[in-house]
């Protein structure tokens, strides 16, 4: 498994950001270590796209990316609990210093609406000014606004994989979804389990 294989298993975008730093056996992935890897995984996490990266690339200077990208890796270590709590809390409420903390990120966003033809049929498309390094910060915040505002804290779950670090929305019909991925967290499982009936 690739490191980028990560992005997508937590079937939506702000269990994404948490699982950006896993544990997958005895080796632990950080897809965030600088400002480049923070750009590319916001464009492959469908964040932002690849219009915006060459503007953020252009505008910003390294030094800035890489501040940015330190910032979000503690934002991502603040938020990992907040969501664990949120998701087994019974009634799903969140605390207002954390309401406090996301809005002030929240508020730094600048988007607007552009009116975009395709084959004769109109869309709506939001698009974001980069006016500030800081609005970096946004794209998983709002995705984690959106999942604590809108979510089924009752579907979000931790993988059952021995030493795994992965959450996931569970979208399956039944939702009985237990591992991260089937490929690799479940055949582990499965492969210890034939193992130990094995040595009975």
Same mark, same amino acid.
């Given at each position: ?10 079937d939506h975008p702000a269990?994404?950001f948490?699982?950006?730093t896993?544990a ?17 995984w916001l ?5 932002i796209?690849?219009?915006d ?8 200077s390294?030094?800035?990316?890489d501040?940015i990208?330190?910032?979000?890796v503690?934002?991502r270590?603040?938020l990992?609990?907040?969501i664990a709590?949120?998701s087994?809390?019974e009634?799903?409420?969140?605390s207002a ?8 990120i929240?508020e730094?966003?600048r988007r ?13 498309h939001?698009?974001?000014h980069?006016a500030?390094?800081?609005?970096l ?5 709002? +995705?984690t ?8 804290r009752?579907l979000v779950r931790r993988c059952?994989g021995?030493?795994c ?11 009985r979804r237990?591992?991260?991925s089937?490929a690799?967290c479940g055949n582990? +499982?499965?492969?210890?389990n034939h193992?130990q009936?094995? +040595?009975?």
């Amino acid at each position: 498994m690739e490191p980028t294989d990560l992005i997508g298993l937590g079937d939506h975008p702000a269990l994404d950001f948490v699982n950006s730093t896993a544990a997958l056996g005895s080796v632990r992935i950080e897809l965030l270590g600088d400002g480049s890897s923070y750009l590319a995984w916001l464009e492959l996490a469908g964040l932002i796209g690849p219009a915006d990266t060459a503007i953020i690339r252009e505008r910003f200077s390294t030094a800035e990316l890489d501040d940015i990208a330190a910032q979000v890796v503690e934002i991502r270590e603040w938020l990992r609990p907040v969501i664990a709590a949120w998701s087994t809390h019974e009634t799903g409420g969140i605390s207002a210093e954390v309401v406090l903390r996301l809005n002030a990120i929240l508020e730094a966003d600048r988007r607007y609406l552009q009116l975009h033809e395709g084959n004769g049929i109109p869309g709506l498309h939001e698009h974001r000014h980069w006016a500030e390094a800081s609005q970096l910060l946004v794209p998983p915040v709002a +995705a984690t606004a959106e999942l604590l505002a809108g979510g089924d804290r009752q579907l979000v779950r931790r993988c059952e994989g021995v030493d795994c670090t992965m959450w996931f929305y569970d979208r399956t019909k039944a939702h009985r979804r237990r591992w991260c991925s089937m490929a690799q967290c479940g055949n582990r +499982a499965k492969a210890r389990n034939h193992r130990q009936r094995q +040595a009975r």
